[in-house]
């Protein structure tokens, strides 16, 4: 698979997109003065006990206090409290990790006010950001999160992915891990760490305890709410987490974090350090990459797959609606079962990247198009899951009802991502909304090939506005005539000055207007 990251680099804002095989699958919108991004560390003040919720708001800076439950707390809550403690009091012998005396592991079934107090200061770190009217979710067992492995402080634990299969990798593993893990660390080892040597994970794993060593020295005399230590940019994350050698380029169009860039894969991946590039075109980089047009044609709320098929996306307060529809797609040689297995096949694979693109977490229910056989539902369940494997947020999936509904799970972590595709109508003056012009004759097409090859017409003539006449016929190739090589059909374009700019209709060799 190759994967491509654009970065769109603005004063404001920094637009991420991740492509693999040129298909957009992941973009992100990173503000360069982003607070409370998942993984941030900060000192807090317990603001309020809930003992009801067996809970705590604490106050991070943020305007909604932040929800942090017991069973966030992590184990070895008491022994994070005193190491804050120290460390606040400017004590750097006492808060040697290597010297460290851990305090006793707290109970899974306690209650929160056997652990806090209203007034408390508290190190915790951002585990789900600020979403709609609430706060940041967050917890007291502080993790980081490198290349190949996952450092916890005051923890005794050594785990590893649970994808690995290899016994004997899997040993191999946490041999090594347990003869160079410091005292006082627990560590968990990732999917990627898979036949690395130990120079690599030891490098990985002294960068984790740096940054632990940074945060206690950041502590002293910190006065709460205050943030200790940032996350890795979005960019860098996703470098992290995905880089491998399917990973074959990284465009920028901003010389500093171009920079940056190259300086972050310089510590994880030198080998892989020729794939950063700086753009240096006239055009958007966006729009040089392709990258906009997909933008407008997967975030509204009807998509369409090339075939025909279309998937119409609700949003509601308590989950997400995705609806399937078989559009124009027909095989006259199949049965309806087939028919409708196929369309449902060729919908997961494009559901499972809208979830991915547009980041929707919560309740996600799908409706699929019936089927009968149990052979059929097994096979679109499978299908559903293996598409989703690539999804790096947890999710669960269960297998399709009788009515032909699926219902996912999915983690949510940060808002969902929602782009605004609707532009203002030229005709009415922006008193309304149309579809985004810059896929228009993407849809003139995809009728175009219904009636050619589908309703199996001999001729079509096109009937649009002037301008729009003038682009489909501009060229000796131009748009028409492609069409017409494509679908060997007589094609015509015919200006209409009395439609407005973005009408269309088809008429028959005959000059029977066609209604789709």
């Not at 789900?128 to 450092?151: C, D, H, N, Q």
Request: net charge positive; aromatic share 6%.
């Amino acid at each position: 698979m190759n994967r491509e990251l654009i970065i769109d680099s603005r004063a404001s804002e920094v637009d991420i997109v991740l492509l693999e095989d040129k298909q957009l699958v992941e973009l992100h919108k990173e503000r360069t003065n982003n607070n409370y991004a998942v993984g941030d560390v900060y000192l807090g003040r317990v603001k309020k006990i809930m003992p009801g919720l067996n809970a705590a708001f604490v106050d991070v800076g943020y305007e909604k206090d932040a929800f942090l439950h017991y069973l966030d707390l992590g184990p070895q809550i008491r022994s994070l409290n005193k190491y804050t403690k120290l460390a606040l009091n400017g004590k750097p012998a006492q808060v040697n990790m290597d010297n460290f005396r851990a305090e006793p592991d707290i109970e899974k079934t306690g209650k929160i006010t056997q652990v806090l107090a209203t007034g408390a200061q508290i190190l915790v770190q951002i585990a789900k950001e600020p979403i709609s009217t609430k706060g940041p979710r967050i917890s007291s067992e502080i993790s980081f999160a490198g290349r190949y492995l996952v450092l916890v402080p005051f923890s005794t634990r050594l785990s590893i992915s649970q994808k690995k299969r290899s016994s004997k990798e899997r040993n191999r593993l946490k041999r090594l891990i347990q003869s160079i893990k410091p005292n006082n660390y627990g560590v968990i080892i990732r999917t990627v760490a898979e036949n690395k040597k130990v120079a690599e994970l030891d490098a990985d794993l002294r960068s984790l305890v740096e940054k632990w060593e940074k945060t206690t020295q950041k502590l002293q005399n910190a006065k709460p709410p205050v943030k200790i230590i940032s996350e890795l940019d979005r960019t860098s994350a996703i470098l992290r987490d995905l880089l491998n050698e399917s990973f074959n380029s990284v465009h920028i169009n901003d010389g500093t974090l171009f920079e940056e860039t190259r300086n972050f894969i310089q510590t994880i991946a030198p080998q892989k350090i020729d794939i950063v590039k700086l753009y240096k075109g006239k055009a958007p980089i966006f729009e040089h990459f392709g990258v906009d047009k997909q933008i407008k044609g997967l975030f509204g709320k009807t998509v369409t797959i090339r075939s025909g098929v279309y998937l119409i996306i609700e949003h509601t307060e308590a989950m997400h609606v995705i609806d399937v529809n078989s559009g124009h797609r027909v095989n006259k040689e199949n049965s309806q079962e087939e028919n409708a297995l196929e369309v449902n096949l060729e919908a997961a694979a494009e559901i499972a990247r809208q979830l991915r693109l547009r980041d929707m977490g919560g309740i996600i229910v799908v409706d699929f198009i019936d089927m009968h056989d149990a052979k059929h539902r097994r096979e679109l369940y499978q299908k559903l899951k293996d598409e989703m494997a690539r999804d790096h947020a947890k999710h669960t999936i269960l297998p399709p009802s009788k009515f032909g509904l699926v219902q996912i799970t999915r983690q949510r972590v940060r808002p969902e991502m929602n782009v605004q595709v609707l532009e203002s109508c030229p005709v009415c003056e922006g008193t309304g909304k149309i579809k985004p012009s810059i896929i228009f004759t993407d849809e003139i097409e995809n009728n175009l090939k219904y009636l050619l090859q589908d309703q199996n017409e001999k001729a079509i003539t096109i009937a649009v506005h002037p301008f729009i006449h003038a682009y489909l016929t501009r060229g000796v190739f131009s748009i028409r005539r492609k069409w017409a090589w494509k679908y060997k059909k007589t094609v015509r374009v015919k200006a209409m000055a009395n439609y407005h700019m973005l009408e269309y209709k088809f008429f028959s060799l005959n000059n029977d207007e066609i209604k789709i």
